[in-house]
């Protein structure tokens, strides 16, 4: 059965230090997307990053970068210089693509400290 | 490009009482998804839409959850009666069945059942 986990239920973190938030994933297909999301405080779920299987180089969005290492099976999302702004609950979560659903972790709870 | 809109932000009511939120989607988005998050859980899918038919209600507790899509566009997700374990956010996402089928979301409804 597909599954991703999150081992961190939550951390802390000076600002302007990198951050590296876990996620393993478990599937058998060969096709398969991952995405991390970020929750503030206010609820909304904004999308930060993508990754496809077939994507041979880790993806990039300005200070998010996703550390895909496929045969341990794990996508880590890096948040460089973290700011106070970047407190919230991360999740992993991964495309099944028999239904286009989204599976997800448990997030992890990331609070910045100044 | 305005993004997926969800009314009420808030909703406070008494057990067995009924409620509904409303969802419109990115523009010209055909797969449209509500979720329900209870507190420090990820989002668990309770009905996806593809267009104006439903994909999937698996999860939907029909007994008193019922949701419609009418003309492909916006939706509505019903409860009646209330329980209290229904109080939770209910979030809406839609994404659009070109490139990476990424799921992007409106601010959520936060629903709190007394």
């Known amino acids: 059965a597909q599954k991703i986990t999150q081992t961190q239920p939550g951390m802390f973190v000076q600002e302007k230090e990198a951050v590296t938030l876990d996620c393993t994933y478990d599937t058998s297909d060969q096709s398969y997307g991952l995405f991390w999301y970020k929750q503030p405080s206010s609820g909304e779920m904004i999308f930060l990053i993508y990754?496809?299987?077939?994507d041979e180089q880790n993806a990039t969005e300005g200070r998010y970068s996703l550390n895909f290492q496929k045969a341990r099976k794990s996508a880590n999302l890096v948040i460089s210089a973290s700011q106070l702004g970047d407190s919230a609950m991360y999740f992993c979560a991964m495309r099944d693509y028999s239904n286009y659903q989204l599976i997800w972790g448990a997030g992890t709870k990331l609070i910045i400290k100044p | 490009e305005a993004g997926v809109a969800q009314s009420p932000r808030y909703k406070i009511i008494e057990k067995r009482q009924s409620v509904a939120f409303w969802c419109n989607p990115i523009?010209?988005?055909?797969?449209l998804y509500w979720y329900q998050q209870i507190l420090g859980q990820g989002p668990k899918l309770l009905i996806q839409?593809?267009?104006?038919?439903?994909?999937?209600d698996s999860q939907l507790p029909k007994d008193r959850f019922s949701a419609e899509r009418l003309k492909g566009v916006d939706s509505t997700l019903k409860i009646q009666p209330a329980k209290l374990e229904d109080s939770a956010v209910y979030l809406c996402a839609s994404s659009s069945p070109r490139g990476r089928e990424t799921q992007y979301f409106g601010p959520g409804t936060r629903l709190l059942v007394l």
């Open positions: 523009s010209g988005h055909a797969t």
């Open positions: 839409f593809q267009n104006n038919g439903v994909v999937d």
């Open positions: 990754q496809g299987s077939y």
